[in-house]
């Protein structure tokens, strides 16, 4: 089945650092990823969709300033969380599409900034 | 009102039981359903996809979508305390995003 790498699986950094989070299908080609944040017992919630090759469309009231989403490649889309800050603690997922219906998750990233 | 209503739970039942779990929804658009498991402080993982109206299983998993009432449920049969985890429905909208219900998490009590 299809397979989504996601990388770092936990980072700590200090504030005003920024972070960067990878995200890589690793058996078919995505061409469309989604980035999403999740807080405690909470469900997913949106944060960008990014097509290969184009600018990431953000969900209203992302800052698409301090999430910075690449998408250069069809196996490849990283998020970068700039000068991070307390607040922006959490835990990010990604998504990744191949046509067909088919959106396969990573593992998480729980990010934590001190 | 949201796309998606579930019950966040909890829901707590003894091992061997029958999970129920079920989702509302208001966008008659809605054409593919979809449910995930999300273990604690992992990314979700696929369980079952369904597109049509009706019943359809996998091992000890049944899920069923009522298009005319727009309502989706998920069984587990004979629940073991591996299956304890955040069961999420989603549905994919007209742009291709998806949708999700808020979760509802399971405890199956050894």
């Known amino acids: 089945g299809a397979v989504v790498s996601q990388h770092p699986s936990r980072v700590i950094c200090k504030s005003g650092t920024s972070v960067k989070i990878e995200c890589r299908s690793l058996d078919f080609q995505a061409t469309t990823m989604f980035w999403y944040r999740q807080f405690p017992k909470q469900s997913l919630m949106l944060m960008a969709t990014?097509?290969?090759?184009?600018?990431?469309?953000?969900e209203q009231g992302v800052e698409k300033d301090k999430f910075l989403i690449n998408h250069a490649s069809l196996t490849l889309s990283t998020l970068t969380v700039t000068s991070a800050h307390p607040e922006d603690s959490s835990f990010y997922i990604c998504s990744a599409s191949g046509g067909q219906d088919s959106y396969t998750f990573g593992s998480g990233t729980r990010l934590t900034v001190v | 009102q949201k796309e998606v209503e579930q019950d966040p739970g909890p829901l707590s039942v003894p091992e061997g039981a029958i999970v129920s779990l079920n989702c509302t929804y208001s966008n008659s658009a809605f054409q593919y359903f979809m449910w995930y498991r999300q273990y604690s402080r992992k990314g979700p993982e696929l369980l079952m996809y369904t597109y049509s109206s009706g019943n359809k299983e996998d091992g000890r998993f049944t899920a069923q979508v009522d298009k005319s009432s727009k309502y989706i449920s998920l069984f587990i049969r004979d629940s073991q305390p591996s299956d304890s985890a955040t069961y999420l429905c989603a549905m994919i909208r007209n742009d291709y995003k998806l949708s999700f219900g808020a979760g509802t998490t399971v405890t199956v009590r050894a």
């Open positions: 990014s097509n290969e090759g184009s600018k990431a469309t953000y």
